[in-house]
T-cell receptor, first 112, second 114 residues
Framework: DAGITQSPRHKVTETGTPVTLRCHQT?????MYWYRQDPGHGLRLIHY???????DKGEVSDGYSVSRSKTEDFLLTLESATSSQTSVYFC???????????FGEGSRLTVL | GQSLEQPSEVTAVEGAIVQINCTYQ??????LSWYQQHDGGAPTFLSY????GLEETGRFSSFLSRSDSYGYLLLQELQMKDSASYFC???????????????FGQGTTLQVKP
């Protein structure tokens, strides 16, 4: 299995609070991604990174920011969480040469 | 805009063959991937097609026609454990020089019955 871990795996927070999810990889892959998954919407790309300090927006980036200061870590931040951001968040990594992504186990976020 | 279309649900019986279609409309395209996801789990990679034609991996095959913006996943000798959601995904959307962007369809729920 690809070495990818997400933390925290579960979090409950209140509207208006900041939240940071962490994705850590040990594979030295170039690409890292954050997706959210909600019933009826499949997997939607929030942001992705194609190198250290190189990031780009996805389909649903509003309300989210990311940072990648080193190859192994990709952070997703919700500056002020809203109930609409209640979701399961998946991090994924890829060497980039094919369409193969390796996913983390997911982080379930509940915003009350 | 960009979009991927796949059926929301498919039902088949154990031992049968099922085909899950995916059509896409994107401003850039480098390849089509397929993923499987069981309830409560993470998506796992099944196959990737960058060129037209059929790719076979055991009981699963994937097909791509770039001229038709169409692909499918073929599952043979269905087993109960194949009950899951299946997602197609397009790489390279946007036509940027960065080909790492991967967008997923909404998924097809496959139910395999005895």
């Amino acid at each position: 299995d690809a070495g990818i871990t997400q933390s925290p795996r579960h979090k409950v927070t209140e509207t208006g609070t900041p939240v940071t999810l962490r994705c850590h990889q040990t594979e030295n892959h170039r690409y890292m991604y954050w997706y959210r998954q909600d019933p009826g919407h499949g997997l939607r790309l929030i942001h992705y990174s194609y190198g250290v300090k190189d990031t780009d927006k996805g389909e649903v980036s509003d309300g989210y920011s990311v940072s990648r200061s080193k190859t192994e870590d990709f952070l997703l931040t919700l500056e002020s969480a809203t109930s609409s951001q209640t979701s399961v968040y998946f991090c994924a990594i890829s060497p980039g040469s094919t369409g193969e992504l390796f996913f983390g186990e997911g982080s379930r976020l509940t915003v009350l | 805009g960009q979009s991927l279309e796949q059926p929301s649900e498919v039902t088949a019986v154990e031992g049968a063959i099922v085909q899950i279609n995916c059509t896409y409309q994107t401003s850039g395209f480098y390849g089509l991937s397929w993923y499987q996801q069981h309830d409560g789990g993470a998506p796992t990679f099944l196959s990737y097609n960058a060129l037209d034609g059929l790719e076979e991996t055991g009981r699963f095959s994937s097909f791509l026609s770039r001229s038709d913006s169409y692909g499918y996943l073929l599952l043979q000798e269905l087993q109960m454990k194949d009950s899951a959601s299946y997602f197609c995904a397009v790489r390279g959307i946007g036509g940027s020089s960065n080909t790492g962007k991967l967008i997923f369809g909404q998924g097809t729920t496959l139910q395999v019955k005895p």
